[in-house]
């Protein structure tokens, strides 16, 4: 129980602005991709080994650390990210090679594996009653909307400010210091019981059929997150000919933004057939794509973001209800944990795939051949979705 005092007034929105403000800073790199690409004098491979790093690190925290907020409280654990999200903008700073972009990005995805399961279940176990019901959501848009705003300000300052490869991290080490405070008011939110050790990945058996139809959803819904987020500044300036940061951070802002939106729009439907919906959509996000660097055009590029974040949101959401809802309690954390890594592997691996490719073929040929091989991801998963309905017998 939260203690009852002011303290607990207010827990709510100082976790949920610390959640924010350290989420934003794992994405804040983005449009600064090509100006570090420049500087340092390498090409779009390593510009996706960079963000696949950051990846990594997320997918390491979450399996080593993903247990610990339970044994020794969230506000410790929550702290540790604070000072990593901290540790890699100083980085950032005084990053003038790629060996350092690299501990940067480890540090960040660090910060992230930290915060993403233990913020969640703070705010969500720090809203007040008449907030309870609606918790979740708040945690899903402080997390995937904050996911959004950091290169959409980041590229803000980019293009319009000084100083375009330091000042946004120095506005994120104030966001950042001010958030460890928000973090240090706020009360313990659940209390130490447990012990520290590795969280085990496994899937039972009669889980297993549902498990790899929504971790395929997953896995082509995240790659594409991947996708945007490593190299949609590139497709700006190379594909599209615009050498404007701030467009390339509003596209992928707006993958981000539209998964919240999807996220939270579908919680009501079926969650088979959400993921249904989903991959339907991301096949739609993909053809978009694909128009999009044929024709070098940035609206195309603007509503292959927006359709893809919709059918991301609602696949990998209702796909990790519908594990949830197979899977027996005491397997739950698990499980989930398995889905999770499936999506961090999806963001990782995929992007240095598309990494090699552009070097081999060129950006344009390698982004529209990534499309095609994610629209039949989603396509099988469709199809085996719609296979288990059929088999299903009729209810009367």
């Not at 996706?48 to 080593?64: D, K």
């Not at 980041?154 to 405070?181: D, K, Q, R």
């Not at 819904?221 to 390339?248: K, M, R, S, Y």
């Not at 539209?258 to 959509?281: F, M, W, Y």
Request: aromatic share 8%; net charge positive; glycine share 8%.
């Amino acid at each position: 129980m939260l203690e009852t005092s002011p303290r607990r007034r207010y827990a709510f929105p100082l976790l949920t602005y610390a959640f924010a403000a350290v989420m934003a800073g794992t994405t804040l790199p983005t449009p600064m991709y090509a100006l570090y690409a420049e500087r340092m004098h390498f090409g779009v491979l390593t510009t996706t080994i960079v963000y696949a790093t950051y990846a990594l690190a997320v997918l390491a925290t979450l399996v080593l650390f993903g247990r610990w907020s339970d044994a020794i409280g969230r506000r410790p654990v929550l702290l540790t990210g604070v000072v990593s999200a901290i540790a890699s903008a100083v980085v950032f700073l005084c990053a003038d090679s790629v060996p350092l972009l690299l501990v940067g990005r480890v540090l960040s995805g660090v910060s992230a594996g930290l915060f993403a399961g233990t913020a969640t279940a703070a705010v969500i176990e720090a809203a007040p009653p008449r907030w309870h019901g609606r918790a979740a959501a708040v945690a899903t848009v402080a997390n995937i909307g904050a996911l959004g705003i950091g290169p959409l300000l980041a590229g803000v300052l980019v293009e319009y400010a000084p100083e375009p490869l330091h000042l946004s991290f120095v506005v994120h080490i104030v966001l950042a210091v001010v958030a460890a405070g928000a973090v240090a008011l706020a009360p313990e939110t659940s209390p130490s019981h447990g012990r520290i050790g590795v969280q085990r990945l496994s899937v039972p058996a009669e889980v297993r059929p549902i498990f790899a139809i929504a971790a395929l959803a997953a896995f082509a819904g995240f790659a594409v997150t991947g996708l945007f987020t490593a190299v949609a500044p590139a497709f700006v300036t190379t594909v599209i000919g615009i050498d404007n940061h701030a467009v390339a951070g509003l596209i992928v802002a707006s993958i981000f933004a539209s998964s919240a939106v999807g996220q939270i729009a579908s919680t009501k439907l079926a969650p088979e057939r959400a993921v249904a919906l989903g991959c339907a959509i991301l096949v739609v996000g993909m053809v978009s794509l694909t128009v999009a660097l044929h024709f070098s055009s940035l609206a195309w590029l603007i509503a292959a973001a927006v359709v893809s974040g919709i059918g991301q949101g609602i696949s990998f959401s209702r796909g990790l209800a519908a594990v949830s809802e197979s899977t027996p309690p005491d397997r739950r954390a698990e499980v989930n944990s398995t889905y999770f890594v499936v999506a961090y592997i999806a963001i990782s691996l995929p992007v240095i795939g598309d990494g090699l490719a552009a070097k081999a073929w060129g950006l344009q040929t390698s982004g529209v051949s990534f499309a095609i091989a994610v629209a039949t991801l989603a396509m099988i998963c469709l199809l085996a979705i719609l296979a288990r309905e059929t088999r299903r017998p009729a209810t009367v």
